[in-house]
């Protein structure tokens, strides 16, 4: 009855084939090669109603195969998990889903699957990333049947197309969980990527699922960080606050974290991992160390350590004697002063031992500093902070570069560097400073306090030797002292007279020397007068350029002036425009005593030029043919013309200027 329930299912199925079905072709697969794994069909509805009933169907495909057909409904659900028992998986199988939505029914494509080979793996879930420059390595959890696979594997640039490779994995004979499958891609050094991964079993063809997309950032750097502390005196804690650089986008690409790692003296190291570039601790007064580092999707960072000092190491301490009364929850820590001043990298630590215990393994004349802390966690708290010896001695030292510095005629400064801690062999309580002045027996003493390093000397003797004497002093004694001598300047009145002397001297000298230079000036001015001498320019004489100059030699003629009337009297020249009035003058001169050998003999008459109202200037020595000016204004009555005058009078016949002698109303008397 079952058998014959089944056919008339199928042919009715069968007969319902033909219509138009919402519902997607199923896909039933394993998710291994394993053989006794179950199988998974899935599907698909675009008009999905809360009244479906899916029945999914599978057959055999051909009739030369021996008879196989069942049925299994998923109700309103759209998968359907099929047990390896109840199916065929050596047969190929028609595949199909059957929809009832009331008294309307309709089924799917049909698809043929041999279920053997029907393996679909989940998608790759890539959990590891390492990216240094231009490598990408990607990493995988393998599927548990330890089966080699087929990968796909694509990537692309932020805004870019997809670029796809395939590659295969061998199959592994591990039979642990937690095998790998890993991939190395090339990538651009500086450039942000995505990528996805897909892989099918060798004999199948179906293909899980693309992984999700991992971004690939750039490869990130060690971080900057900064910080700084607030100081709460009162309750022994002091805040501090680390900042450090956020990476690039390129870098933070997926999201950046940070991994802190923070040890504290008498406290357990603390881990956090932050999403933040700051962070925020309470520590007490000793030394605290903070590691970063950061991490991205494809690596981390290299560790970034801050070393946050203790507080300023005291040089006393006056808080020893309550070391007695100790709290009931305490950490003693304390260690030797490298060089006696730095803390080294490996400290001393107790929760038990007294001050008096630890004192015992100190080693003598050593200082060590030492940390008292209270409370637990977070309630941590520096109570006490002290440098301490188990023994103390004399320093071996003296005080180092002693100075006598700014001397005067009755003090100076003494200056001198600190004897070195290492040196002291216990407190260091004053400087003790003894000055004695030659031919003296009386010493003074001084005590300096142990942080000062220099002293002013007072009251001391002009023009003096002193000797100075200093040592350091613990409280077992003091230790090898430094000695120098020094002298004193003279009295400041000696001094000022000894300027004023060089002064007056200086002021004697210099008003000595301007006298002799104005005298010399004067003297030069009467014994040696200065001969003018007139300059001659050669392009006032052009036709001189090229003759053969002879010396001139002085001779005395007669020259008669002759002024030639042809103007009526009451009339005026043309040239007299302007109140100027002008005359001319015909010079005749004697040429027989010129020498013979002059080859200018024609120019033996000359016209002169006068102006009454323009003062003359020399005239040129050229003056064959030139201009004539006389120094002085004529002027000519106006009584009528004058039509002749006749001068004789010496003058130089080769001189360099004319000399007026006189002037009557009937001539002009002009010595050449």
């Known amino acids: 009855m079952k058998t014959v329930g089944l056919l008339v299912f199928l042919v009715a199925v069968f007969a319902d084939k033909g219509a138009t079905c919402s519902v997607s072709r199923p896909q039933c697969y394993k998710s291994t090669t394993k053989p006794d794994d179950d199988f998974l069909c899935e599907w698909g509805d675009r008009d999905h109603s809360p009244d479906a009933i899916y029945t999914i169907v599978l057959q055999t495909s051909s009739v030369n195969d021996s008879l196989y057909a069942s049925q299994f409904v998923a109700e309103n659900q759209m998968y359907k998990f099929l047990t390896v028992e109840s199916l065929t998986t050596t047969q190929l199988l028609d595949i199909w889903v059957h929809r009832q939505v009331f008294n309307v029914t309709c089924s799917s494509p049909t698809i043929s699957v041999l279920l053997r080979n029907s393996v679909k793996y989940s998608s790759p879930d890539i959990q590891k990333k390492i990216r240094s420059a231009e490598k990408l390595i990607l990493s995988w959890p393998r599927v548990n049947d330890n089966k080699g696979a087929i990968h796909e594997i694509r990537w692309k640039k932020l805004n870019d197309s997809w670029q796809n490779e395939t590659f295969q994995t061998e199959d592994s004979k591990e039979t642990e969980h937690g095998i790998w499958d890993s991939y190395t891609l090339q990538l651009q050094e500086h450039a942000v990527y995505q990528v996805q991964i897909r892989r099918k079993a060798k004999q199948s063809l179906l293909w899980s699922d693309w992984s999700q997309t991992a971004d690939i950032p750039i490869e990130i750097q060690q971080p900057v960080v900064r910080w700084r502390e607030k100081k709460y005196a009162e309750n022994g804690t002091r805040e501090i606050k680390l900042k450090w650089n956020k990476p690039p986008p390129e870098a933070s690409f997926g999201g950046v974290s940070y991994t802190l790692t923070v040890n504290f003296t008498c406290e357990k190291t603390l881990r956090k991992t932050i999403k933040d570039n700051t962070f925020k601790i309470a520590a007490t007064y000793s030394e605290a160390r903070v590691s970063i580092v950061a991490i991205n999707s494809v690596g981390s960072s290299a560790t970034q350590e801050i070393v946050i ?19 009931r929850r305490y950490c003693l820590e304390w260690y030797k002063l490298v060089d006696g001043e730095t803390r080294p990298a490996e400290v001393n630590i107790s929760w038990s031992n007294t001050l008096e215990d630890i004192k015992k393994g100190m080693e003598k004349f050593v200082r060590y500093y030492y940390f008292l802390h209270t409370g637990r966690k977070q309630t941590r708290r520096t109570k006490i902070t002290c440098p301490v010896y188990s023994t103390e001695g004399a320093p071996t030292s003296q005080p180092k570069n002693v100075t006598v510095l700014n001397i005067t005629h009755e003090s100076a400064v003494l200056w001198w560097r600190p004897i070195p801690v290492q040196e002291q062999h216990g407190f260091l309580m004053h400087y003790l400073i003894w000055i004695s002045r030659e031919g003296h027996t009386d010493t003074d003493h001084h005590q300096v306090p142990a942080n000062e390093t220099s002293f002013l000397l007072r009251n001391l003797d002009a023009a003096s030797s002193y000797t100075l004497n200093i040592a350091g002093r613990t409280i077992v004694g003091a230790g090898p002292n430094s000695t120098r001598t020094f002298f004193t300047l003279s009295s400041p009145s000696t001094d000022n007279g000894l300027k004023m002397i060089i002064l007056i001297v200086c002021a004697v000298v210099l008003l000595f020397s301007i006298a002799v230079s104005i005298a010399i000036r004067r003297l030069r001015s009467k014994l040696l007068p200065m001969i003018p001498s007139p300059v001659i320019s050669l392009v006032a004489m052009p036709h001189m350029d090229n003759q053969n100059l002879k010396t001139l030699t002085e001779e005395v003629d007669n020259v008669i002036l002759l002024c030639r009337g042809d103007q009526d009297k009451h ?58 000016q006389f120094p002085e204004s004529l002027e000519i009555a106006d009584k009528g013309q004058m039509e002749s005058c006749e001068v004789s009078t010496p003058s130089y016949k080769n001189g360099l200027f004319f000399e007026n002698r006189g002037l009557d109303n009937e001539g002009i008397s002009v010595q050449l």
């Open 571 to 628: 009339s005026r020249s043309p040239k007299q425009k302007h109140g100027i009035s002008l005359h001319y003058y015909e010079v005749s001169v004697d040429e027989d005593k010129e020498d013979e050998g002059e080859e200018d003999d024609d120019e033996t008459d000359f016209t002169g030029f006068i102006s009454s109202d323009k003062p003359s200037a020399f005239p040129n020595p050229n003056y064959k043919g030139q201009l004539l």
């Open 309 to 327: 000092p203790p507080v300023q190491h005291l040089k006393y301490c006056h808080k020893e004697s309550h070391i007695d009364s100790l709290p």
